[in-house]
């Protein structure tokens, strides 16, 4: 699976931004989707994941309240809607996808290319 994220950019602590993660290659419908991020000198972490049909999503908790996580299957598309953002909410996100399971994301098996969050205070 092909994956390409944007939406990306600088904004305000407080402010909001929604990621968008846009997939090809094979049958996106069938599989979990997660967002992972990575902050600097930091390893990457995850963020939040969905199941093939958008019914179950999971979230770290420390963005539990202010992201929510979704996915058109129409449009091959899964979606990470940041809200309340903080100083520490500043990293390179990314979309996986987990070809091995469609409800509960596992294990990544194909990355996006990342697109920077940067929160001012």
């Known amino acids: 699976v092909q994956l390409q994220a944007f939406g990306g950019g600088l904004v305000q602590a407080g402010g909001s931004l929604r990621l968008s993660c846009a997939a090809s290659?094979?049958?996106?419908?069938?599989?979990?989707m997660g967002w992972f991020r990575q902050a600097p000198g930091k390893e990457r972490k995850f963020v939040s994941s969905?199941?093939?049909?958008?019914?179950?999503?999971y979230y770290e908790d420390s963005v539990k309240g202010r992201f929510t996580i979704s996915r058109d299957n129409a449009k091959n598309t899964v979606y990470l809607q940041m809200d309340s953002l903080k100083p520490e909410d500043t990293a390179v996100y990314y979309c996986?996808?987990?070809?091995?399971?469609?409800?509960?994301?596992?294990?990544?098996?194909?990355w996006g290319q990342g697109t920077l969050v940067t929160v001012s205070s």
């Open positions: 969905i199941s093939w049909s958008g019914s179950s999503a």
């Open positions: 290659g094979r049958t996106f419908s069938d599989y979990a």
């Open positions: 996986a996808v987990d070809v091995a399971n469609s409800v509960v994301f596992s294990t990544p098996t194909d």
